[in-house]
């Protein structure tokens, strides 16, 4: 089946540092990639779309210069929180659309970021 | 506007008893539907999906799903729970502008009681 796998599972970080968090698609070519933020008891909201070789769609409410987002290849995806505060953490999710067109998407396994 | 909506936050079940997780969509054409099972501190993994065709949709892990047009809804069903099942359990809907983005349910909390 079509796994994604991302990087990493958990990071700490200081106040005002960068975390870059990546998702692969190990066993298949993803055209898209989404990047979810999951705040404790709720469900996942969306925070862009990237397509491979072009510039992420932001969600309305998300800072494109926070939450910078490469989609270099068609099996890696990118999310970099930069200047993190307090406030932004949380569970960050990824998930990937294949190259053939499904509707289906994969999620990644999740990263718990902590900034403190 | 496209949504979905999961009436029941928390649902607690004995364990070997039946169970429903109700999920109502509003949508524009007809939905690609999902449900999906988070564990603590995980990812999230398909349970099943409905495109089209039969509504009655078999999943993994003894779950199944029944796509009911005239009610807008799309209810999770076992028939028997085993401890195992309690996790965080999300209906979504595929954005009608098909590009893969899901519009997730807020979220159902299944506790197993022994």
């Known amino acids: 089946g079509a796994v994604v796998s991302q990087h990493p599972s958990w990071v700490i970080c200081k106040s005002g540092t960068s975390v870059k968090i990546e998702c692969r698609s190990l066993d298949f070519q993803a055209t898209t990639m989404f990047w979810y933020r999951q705040f404790p008891k709720q469900s996942l909201m969306l925070m862009a779309t990237s397509n491979e070789g072009s510039k992420a769609t932001y969600e309305q409410g998300v800072e494109k210069d926070k939450f910078l987002i490469n989609h270099a290849s068609l099996t890696l995806s990118t999310l970099t929180v930069t200047s993190a505060h307090p406030e932004d953490s949380s569970f960050y999710i990824c998930s990937a659309r294949s190259l053939q067109g499904t509707t289906e998407a994969f999620f990644g396994q999740g990263t718990r970021l902590t900034v403190v | ?114």
Do not use: M
Not at chain 2, 10 to 30: D, F, K, P, W
Not at chain 2, 66 to 78: A, D, G, I, V, Y
């Open chain 2, 1 to 114: 506007a496209q949504s979905v909506t999961q009436p029941d936050i928390h649902i607690t079940v004995s364990e070997g008893a039946s169970l429903e997780l109700r999920c109502n969509y509003s949508y524009g054409a007809t939905p690609y539907l999902f449900w999906y099972v988070q564990s603590p501190g995980q990812g999230l993994q398909l349970l099943l999906k409905y495109f089209s065709g039969d509504t009655l949709v078999q999943g993994i892990k003894g779950f199944e799903a029944e796509f009911k047009r005239s009610q807008s809804s799309f209810n999770l069903r076992k028939p028997s729970v085993h401890w195992s099942d309690a996790a965080e359990y999300f209906c979504a809907v595929v954005s009608l502008s098909n590009t893969g983005k899901l519009i997730f349910g807020q979220g159902t909390t299944l506790q197993v009681k022994p």
